[in-house]
């Protein structure tokens, strides 16, 4: 039988149980996440559990990378659920602390990696970026993971982590896990429980208007295939495009050809219905 997983809340606590861990050779894997935890998360889960001895899950909802508190307040939580669902997956340790441990003075620390954390996201949430590199450089150096598990679904987010990683000589491995997407093609996301149904049957929009943008693409102009996403998804009544951007896979600058970079990514942030909630997906051209 496979001993129950550890709920644990102090910094202290979560250090000698890994130091224990680590003396007896074991490999650690990290899921960072900020709870409200779905099947996306549980496959980031499973594959840490697939791949390492020890799993640690941090359950952390992390106010320094919040620039709009309202979204903060209305984020969903559901911490027995989340314990629930990791015991499940085979998780051995979550870790949930509380502000006052992470934070007991506030973080004045700064990062910036442009360009990629100062466009699409670090452009239209000033700080966001700087706050998810506290909270994980945070995490990093109490767990000293050998492998570190971050979902696709936020591109931007792995490639500023991979530069804060070189930056700060972290030794570990980021393992980027593939979106997983409902049957209709919506990605899977915590933010995703605050939708209406009827933003719910809109929402699935987003990512049909990506694939079929990938295949305008075949035949048209970066900036025609921008246009065209754009223009499909906001002839839906209750989307609107915040932007759509095409980048290069690596630096997150913007291509102005198809022949620009090795690699090709549209990212897109989307506002769905009236409270409106903000949706995030990205296709590789
Ligand atoms: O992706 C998330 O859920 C968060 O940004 C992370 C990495 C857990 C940091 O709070």
């Known amino acids: ?7 644990i809340t102090t910094i202290q606590e979560l250090r000698a149980e890994l ?7 074991k490999q650690i894997g990290l899921v960072p996440t900020m709870g409200a935890l779905h099947e996306g998360h549980a496959s980031l889960v499973r594959r840490s559990v697939a791949e390492n001895d020890v799993t640690v ?22 911490l027995d659920a989340d314990c629930q669902l990791l015991s499940a997956c085979g998780a051995q340790v979550a870790f949930a602390p509380s502000v006052a441990e992470v934070y ?4 004045t620390r700064q990062f910036s990696y442009p360009p990629t954390d100062a466009v699409m996201e670090g452009a239209m949430r000033p700080g966001h970026f700087n ?3 506290q909270i994980v450089s945070k995490l990093f150096s109490y767990v000293e993971p050998d492998r570190a598990y971050f979902g696709e679904k936020d591109f931007q987010q792995i490639a500023v982590i991979r530069r804060m990683v070189a930056d700060l000589g972290f030794k570990l491995q980021i393992v980027p896990c593939p979106v997983v997407r409902e049957a209709n093609g919506l990605a899977m ?20 208007s990506l694939v079929a943008g990938r295949n305008f693409a075949r035949s048209h102009s970066v900036q025609l295939t921008r246009e065209y996403v754009e223009a499909r998804i906001n002839a839906v009544p209750g989307l609107r ?14 291509v102005n050809t198809w022949s620009d970079a090795l690699a090709i990514v549209g990212c897109i942030t989307v506002y769905c219905g009236s409270k409106p909630i903000r949706l995030i997906d990205h296709i590789h051209f």
């Not at 007991?104 to 973080?107: A, I, L, R, S, V």
């Not at 495009?241 to 913007?254: C, G, P």
């Open 131 to 133: 706050g998810v590199c």
């Open 1 to 7: 039988m496979r001993p129950e997983m550890k709920i």
């Open 57 to 78: 899950v941090s359950i952390f909802l992390n106010p320094t990378q919040f620039n709009d508190k309202s979204d903060l307040e209305r984020y969903p939580r559901t």
């Open 241 to 254: 495009v915040e932007y759509f951007s095409i980048v290069d896979a690596d630096s997150l600058a913007d």
């Open 104 to 107: 007991p003075e506030p973080d």
């Open 19 to 25: 130091k224990a861990a680590r003396d007896a050779g």
């Open 189 to 208: 996301s915590s933010r995703n429980t605050l939708l209406s149904p009827e933003e719910r049957a809109i929402a699935p929009a987003i990512y049909a």
